[in-house]
């Protein structure tokens, strides 16, 4: 299995534009989470999905952020519009049933937004 | 409020040394994570943990639930264990949220 995917890898944007971040988990997990990660704050959890439905969207921090699992295969988060202090490294990590399930991370999007 | 705190912040080590990294939380957990991330930015998991002690070659991670504590051990260290080292905890009743501890910065010096 080639891991967790994440796309783009680097992102630079300006401010006012939208941004879209892609995610594939791992086959068959069907736990998937979005982190974000910046010097201030270290890793935060944003949002995470269970059987692609979110089960808990409170780390989202406004309505300028969204994000969706329209398959088992696919998620994506939104920014519209970006904001220079959304700059920050976003991590998408996937597991499997179970509470006890360790989960895998993808490499990571390294957004800037001037 | 769930808290996680780790230290140090920072470590340096000669290669050779014995490295104890420390974490501590506020409430009751159902299970316990060491992450380690790579210079390039990578995250991998090393360890979860529920009780007592597991060990992965020359990583050992120990938890003590009713002082609400673990630590992660390296035995040996070598430059290649120069990353940063995350503790991450699952609070009871948190289903499966991550509250993530600020990160250790290991650096071992040949």
């Known amino acids: 299995d080639a891991g967790v995917i994440q796309s783009p890898r680097h992102e630079v944007t300006e401010m006012g534009q939208e941004v879209t971040l892609r995610c594939k988990p791992i086959?068959?997990?069907?736990?998937l989470f979005w982190y974000r990660q910046t010097m201030m704050r270290g890793l935060e959890l944003l949002i995470y999905?269970?059987?692609?439905?979110?089960?808990?969207d409170s780390g989202m921090p406004e309505d300028r952020f969204s994000a969706k699992m329209p398959n088992a295969s696919f998620s994506t988060l939104k920014i519209q519009p970006s904001e220079p202090r959304d700059s920050a490294v976003y991590f998408c990590?996937?597991?499997?049933?179970?509470?006890?399930?360790?989960?895998?991370f993808g490499p990571g999007t390294r957004l800037t937004v001037l | 409020k769930n808290e996680v705190e780790q230290s140090p912040q920072n470590l340096t080590a000669q290669e050779g040394e014995f490295i104890t990294i420390n974490c501590s939380y506020s409430?009751?957990?159902?299970?316990l994570h060491w992450l380690q991330q790579h210079p390039g930015g990578g995250i991998v998991s090393l360890f979860m943990?529920?009780?007592g002690k597991k060990k992965h070659g020359r990583l050992i991670a120990t938890i003590n639930i009713q002082e609400k504590h673990s630590s992660l051990h390296i035995t040996a260290s070598h430059p290649r264990d120069s990353a940063v080292y995350i503790c991450?905890?699952?609070?009871?009743?948190?289903?499966?949220?991550?509250?993530f501890g600020s990160g250790t910065q290991l650096t071992v010096l040949p």
């Open positions: 999905f269970n059987n692609n439905v979110p089960i808990d």
């Open positions: 086959s068959g997990h069907d736990y």
């Open positions: 990590a996937s597991s499997g049933t179970g509470i006890l399930n360790e989960q895998f």
């Open positions: 943990l529920s009780s």
């Open positions: 991450a905890v699952q609070f009871s009743g948190s289903a499966r949220q991550l509250t």
């Open positions: 409430v009751g957990i159902s299970a």
